[in-house]
């Protein structure tokens, strides 16, 4: 399975969560919207025989306070969600099975080589059998990561991170962006 798919499914499947917390958390506002309406309906009712006026100004206010409370929690919860998902996509992630993850290292490898023909490689402590194994890079040990590699020119002037957690961060913002164009 090839880098492109990985992500390709890491964000398939962020698309797919995204869209059912953001379906979860409308459903939750519209409780919270409903009840805030209610509320201010019941005070608009007391207050009535007291003063029109004064009602209908309560329960705007109230309800503009449902409202953006509701807002916020309703932001809340999607963001708590969004980071939870995207814990468990990286778990996946360094959880793959050695094939595959040296499947990954060889594409992550060519792209890096691409870029940065010779220097240094680090990688999970995990792939450290691989990565000293491979001919293009000297490696120079394991960084907590999960996956994938931090290759640094010879010279110490460039250095390239495809590490799992860089790679699903710009697989992230892509699916963020794609989510907040659905609302506008």
Do not use: C
């Not at 398939?12 to 209610?38: F, K, P, T």
């Not at 708590?80 to 814990?87: G, I, S």
């Not at 240094?120 to 450290?128: I, K, L, Q």
Request: glycine share 6%; aromatic share 4%.
């Amino acid at each position: 399975m090839g880098l492109d798919q990985v992500i390709g499914e890491v964000r398939r499947d962020g698309e797919a969560r995204a869209q059912a917390i953001v379906a979860n958390a409308r459903r939750e506002a519209q409780a919270i919207l409903d009840a805030a309406r209610s509320q201010a309906k019941a005070l608009e009712a007391a207050r009535l025989a007291a003063a029109e006026k004064e009602s209908a100004a309560i329960a705007a206010q109230a309800a503009s306070r449902a409202e953006s409370e509701s807002r916020k929690l309703n932001l809340a919860a999607e963001a708590e969600l969004r980071a939870e998902l995207k814990a468990t996509a990286l778990k996946a992630l360094a959880d793959l099975p050695a094939k595959t993850r040296e499947k990954h290292l060889k594409a992550i490898l060519a792209q890096a080589h691409a870029i940065i023909p010779k220097g240094s490689v680090w990688g999970a402590s995990t792939d450290t059998a691989y990565l000293h194994g491979q001919k293009t890079y000297k490696h120079a040990g394991s960084l907590p990561i999960a996956g994938g590699i931090v290759v640094e020119s010879e010279d110490g002037m460039n250095r390239l991170d495809l590490s799992y957690e860089t790679l699903l961060d710009e697989a992230w913002r892509d699916v963020l962006k794609s989510e907040a164009n659905l609302f506008h």
